[in-house]
């Protein structure tokens, strides 16, 4: 029956389908798995790394993890060909509000501005969804510490913690199970190594196949973005248990 409806994003099948955009986000399932969890001074974001192949150089630079204005940052799951031009069109976004009012752009207007760019690529012919999912964490004066999940869709909603990529069922679960409300952020750190080292394909966690970052309030009051190195990775999976020390020096 749906061979019939997918050819186009703009046709509807009978039962009010969209096949085009859910095989965007069956595209999505076969990534890199990326978790965003909220604190009470912070939000945090991890990705999984998928190294292909022994042979290839692995990036110096961040795979998962974009920062698209001093106060927001994102993570990334699906085709990452297609989340460069949407970051890219964010970071624009984004300063020319700082241009025009000289103040940082709200976190979900700008959520909002990238998902109405998402959501004309599901509804004019000739064009195709974005295979990829964000999970956006940011700070700004009207609420404070958000987090925000979207899909190729154009849908997006606020979380207190989320998942997108591989296995995001189960990672889900085990979120719906262990989050707290009062979380501190190193107690969300902890949580989200939990969670990706039961839900990662790959037997044990190293610092080459994830990335860490947090947006928190510095004692100033201005808002850092801040990714782990691997070093500090390293000494994080080791202080909560989620990895082996053998496995490293091999």
């Known amino acids: 029956m749906s061979r019939r409806y997918d050819s186009r994003t703009t046709i509807f099948s009978p039962e009010g389908r969209l096949y085009q955009v859910e095989y965007a986000m069956e595209a999505i399932g076969n990534a890199g798995s990326a978790i965003g969890i909220l604190s009470k001074d912070g939000v945090v974001l991890i990705g999984e790394k998928k190294v292909t192949s022994k042979l290839l150089q692995t990036s110096t630079s961040s795979e998962k993890m974009y920062k698209i204005d001093d106060h927001v940052a994102c993570a990334v799951a699906g085709i990452m060909s297609d989340a460069n031009i949407l970051i890219n069109t964010a970071r624009v976004q ?33 064009l195709r969804p974005f295979g990829v999912s964000f999970l956006f964490a940011g700070w700004d004066k009207n609420h404070g510490f958000q987090l925000y999940m979207s899909d ?99």
């Open 94 to 126: 984004a300063q020319r509000y700082t241009f025009m009012y000289q103040e940082p752009m709200p976190v979900e207007q700008l959520v909002q501005s990238l998902c109405d760019t998402k959501q004309g690529y599901t509804q004019f012919g000739g």
């Open 152 to 250: 190729p869709s154009g849908n997006y909603g606020g979380w207190k913690a989320a998942a997108v990529g591989a296995n995001n069922q189960a990672a889900q679960s085990i979120l719906k199970q262990d989050y707290k409300e009062d979380a501190t952020r190193e107690e969300a750190v902890e949580l989200a190594l939990k969670v990706l080292s039961k839900t990662m394909d790959s037997t044990s966690l190293t610092s080459e196949k994830l990335e860490l970052a947090e947006v928190f309030l510095t004692p100033s009051g201005s808002v850092k973005y801040h990714v782990h190195s691997p070093d500090s990775l390293t000494k994080l999976l080791l202080k909560h248990g989620v990895t082996q020390p053998a496995a490293e020096s091999s």
